[in-house]
């Protein structure tokens, strides 16, 4: 028997899914489900280990790297129920710190559960 895992970003719709348009800042490289943060112009940039859970400003809707120089519009989530194991946090973070804070903008974290299909004669 195998365990599929639920692939998806998004875990539920009791809470209503917002999205936004952002602008992500100069050498950012920013990948679907990824928290991020807004610097001092309002850009979303990628949050570290260093960054502080309620500096959380939402989760990327969009892939989107940038070069230097250069900045991107793209789309972030701001609202909703998402795959706790299919967001993206920093390196070594408080997954309990980032899930208040995520929570205290209206993004709550689920966790999925897998399926597990049937073979034939397992009815």
Do not use: W
């Amino acid at each position: 028997m195998y365990v599929l895992e639920h692939e998806n970003l998004l875990a539920g719709f009791q809470d209503k899914v917002v999205t936004e348009p952002i602008k992500v800042a100069a050498e950012q490289e920013l990948s679907v489900g990824q928290v991020f943060a807004l610097d001092a112009k309002g850009e979303a940039v990628a949050m570290t280990k260093e960054s502080v859970a309620t500096e959380v400003y939402g989760i990327m809707a969009d892939a989107v790297a940038t070069a230097t120089g250069e900045t991107k519009a793209a789309v972030c989530y701001k609202r909703g129920e998402f795959n706790s194991c299919k967001i993206i946090l920093p390196t070594e973070s408080n997954v309990v710190e980032y899930k208040k804070a995520l929570s205290n903008i209206g993004i709550t974290l689920r966790d999925t559960i897998a399926a597990i299909p049937q073979t034939k004669g397992e009815e």
